[in-house]
Antibody, heavy 117, light 107 residues
Framework: QVKLQQSGAELVKPGASVKLSCKTSGYTFSTSYMSWFKQIPGQSIEWIGMIYAGDGGTGYNQKFKGKATLTVDTSSSTAYMDLSSLTTEDSAVYFC??????????WGQGVMVTVSS | DIQMTQSPASLSASLGETVTIECRASEDIYNGLAWYQQKPGKSPQLLIYNANSLHTGVPSRFSGSGSGTQYSLKINSLQSEDVASYFCQQYYNYPYTFGAGTKLELK
């Protein structure tokens, strides 16, 4: 079955960077799209961007350009998101999600990123 | 960006009741709309896509309708496990955008 397993919670200092991972299984990763989302607890959800694993082509929400960088490793069927120059406003839960048979029908469990000194 | 206006922000209903959540897009999104259910501490779960297609495994008491800029999610015969937050999302145009959410509680 399709599974998206995200890395564990992160506590990072302001100004630092963090790399989140989303390891997939159960489907053909190399011809799929992966999107990433941000959700501050108790608030709505924002789409950060997407990457096509076939060629690494990306599309970003303008709001997150320069903040997030999406990459993939097809050998391990894993998607990554780098978040740079972190501030307290980046503290949130981040999700990966893919389109298997319907838009965003499979999601990772989410990872909490806390930015604090 | 396409703005998604979702209402109500919160909703209290009794078991067995029918509830409706609305979502209005700032422009025509041509049925490129999904509804998600999210329980505390969990990831969103797809309920409806393409405005009215029921995702596999989702109970038939959930249904979606609408077109153009106006869409709705209906839950028939409310069950206790339906207590959650619900979000609409448009995926017709980039950037994909979400409604603010509706928190559904039991009366």
């Amino acid at each position: 079955q399709v599974k998206l397993q995200q890395s564990g919670a992160e506590l990072v200092k302001p100004g630092a960077s963090v790399k989140l991972s989303c390891k997939t299984s159960g489907y053909t990763f190399s011809t799929s799209y992966m999107s990433w989302f941000k959700q501050i607890p108790g608030q709505s959800i924002e789409w950060i961007g997407m990457i096509y694993a076939g060629d690494g082509g990306t599309g970003y929400n303008q709001k997150f350009k320069g903040k997030a960088t999406l990459t993939v490793d097809t050998s391990s069927s894993t998607a990554y998101m780098d978040l740079s120059s972190l501030t307290t406003e980046d503290s949130a839960v981040y999700f990966c999600a893919t389109y298997y048979s319907a838009p965003f029908d499979y999601w990772g469990q989410g990872v909490m990123v806390t930015v604090s000194s | 960006d396409i703005q998604m206006t979702q209402s109500p922000a919160s909703l209290s209903a009794s078991l067995g009741e029918t509830v409706t959540i609305e979502c209005r897009a700032s422009e025509d999104i041509y049925n490129g709309l999904a509804w998600y259910q999210q329980k505390p501490g969990k990831s969103p779960q797809l309920l409806i896509y393409n405005a009215n297609s029921l995702h596999t495994g989702v109970p038939s008491r959930f249904s979606g309708s609408g077109s153009g800029t106006q869409y709705s999610l209906k839950i028939n015969s409310l069950q206790s496990e339906d207590v959650a937050s619900y979000f609409c999302q448009q995926y017709y145009n980039y950037p994909y955008t979400f409604g603010a959410g509706t928190k559904l509680e039991l009366k």
